[in-house]
């Protein structure tokens, strides 16, 4: 059964404090990796998909980067309109069906 | 180019009362999945629609349905509600079904008292 696991549950960063967002997994075949933004009340909003070990892809101050067995997504110089839930998803190649995380609940203080 | 759609937004019925949400997908988009999110058990998938035809089912009980209509548009039924089946309903489409990216729509709040 496909896993997957986020860390921190929380992250209080102040202003301009660049982090990182774990999304570590267990699938038996990988057909991708997703990472969406949700705020309070709305539907995740989409931000990257990776699909193979290696792969990095960048848009605006967020970063995502894929290994075999985890996910990170970087966050550089956050404003407080990056707060929000971030979630990772992993797609199996044998099902079309995504399996969540519990989410890391971003907060950005000015 | 629109997005996903789902009506209506919120919605409060009582226990043992059945309820009918609906998806319009992207315009070109032939698969539809929906979710269910609640706090303590988080995003959990209901099933997945392609091309009228249901493609995967998670592990929810026989109340939970769907249908996919030759539009795209879907609707899912629950039947006999259930206090537990409060919850955020999220509708996902993408292009085919072979894994693409799913975008998703703003949710159904259902409020079962």
């Known amino acids: 059964e496909d896993q997957v696991t986020q860390s921190p549950e929380a992250l209080r960063l102040q202003e301009g404090e660049s982090s990182s967002l774990n999304c570590s997994y267990t699938?038996?075949?990988?057909?991708?990796l997703f990472w969406y933004r949700q705020d309070p009340g709305k539907g995740p909003e989409f931000l990257f998909t990776?699909?193979?070990a290696g792969e990095e892809k960048e848009k605006e101050r967020l970063k995502a980067t894929l290994t075999k067995k985890e996910s990170f997504l970087h966050i550089t110089a956050p404003k407080p309109e990056d707060s929000a839930t971030y979630l990772c998803a992993v797609l199996e190649t044998s099902g079309s069906r995504l399996t969540f995380g519990e989410g890391t609940q971003l907060t950005v203080n000015p | 180019k629109a997005g996903v759609t789902q009506t209506p937004r919120y919605l409060i019925k009582t226990r043992g009362q059945q309820v009918t949400l609906s998806c319009s997908p992207i315009?070109?988009?032939?698969?539809v999945s929906w979710y269910q999110q609640t706090p303590g058990q988080g995003l959990q998938f209901l099933f997945e629609?392609?091309?009228?035809?249901?493609?995967n089912k998670g592990n929810f009980p026989g109340r939970f349905s769907g249908r996919q209509f030759s539009n795209s548009r879907s609707e899912m039924n629950v039947s006999t509600l259930e206090l537990g089946d409060s919850a955020l309903y999220l509708c996902a489409s993408s292009r085919t079904a072979s894994g693409e990216t799913q975008y998703f729509g703003p949710g159904t709040r259902l409020l079962v008292l």
């Open positions: 990776l699909y193979s």
């Open positions: 629609y392609f091309s009228e035809t249901q493609r």
């Open positions: 699938v038996s075949g990988l057909r991708g």
């Open positions: 315009s070109g988009h032939r698969s």
